[in-house]
């Protein structure tokens, strides 16, 4: 069994900064590819961005391209998600997720476990 505990959610404005983490548990973090997707209210969850298992891989969403960042420690279990230039429509509850099954995933239902998501709220 694997948890995820994603922090680092807040209200920021429009053009801000903020750092998503998520921390796992268990001892084969460094074999999970990792993800992050984000549901706003009234709308279905959408993919975001995702790193795989080594790390050396990454894709994301067009919405978010060029702005986030999402990069892997596995010495702390951890996997962040660096979002600049924040909008509005980036409002969202962020969750967290890791697929023990594959090399680079997008897909939601792929994933194996999801942490309890992080509210991010940008002002205008």
């Known amino acids: 069994q694997v948890q995820l505990v994603e922090s680092g959610g807040g209200l920021v404005q429009a053009g801000g900064s903020l750092r998503l983490s998520c921390t796992t548990s268990?001892?084969?973090?460094?074999?999970?590819?990792m993800g992050w997707f984000r549901q706003a209210p009234g709308k279905e969850r959408e993919f975001v961005a995702a790193?795989?298992?080594?790390?050396?891989?990454?894709s994301y969403a067009d919405s978010v391209k060029g702005r986030f960042t999402i990069s892997k420690d596995n010495s702390k279990n951890t996997v962040y998600l660096q979002m600049n230039r924040l909008k509005p429509e980036d409002t969202a509850v962020y969750y967290c997720?890791?697929?023990?099954?594959?090399?680079?995933?997008?897909?939601?239902?792929?994933?194996?476990?999801w942490g309890q998501g992080t509210q991010v709220t940008v002002s205008s």
């Open positions: 268990g001892r084969t973090f460094s074999s999970y590819a």
């Open positions: 997720a890791a697929d023990g099954d594959s090399n680079l995933q997008t897909r939601g239902y792929e994933y194996d476990y």
């Open positions: 790193i795989s298992w080594r790390g050396s891989s990454t």
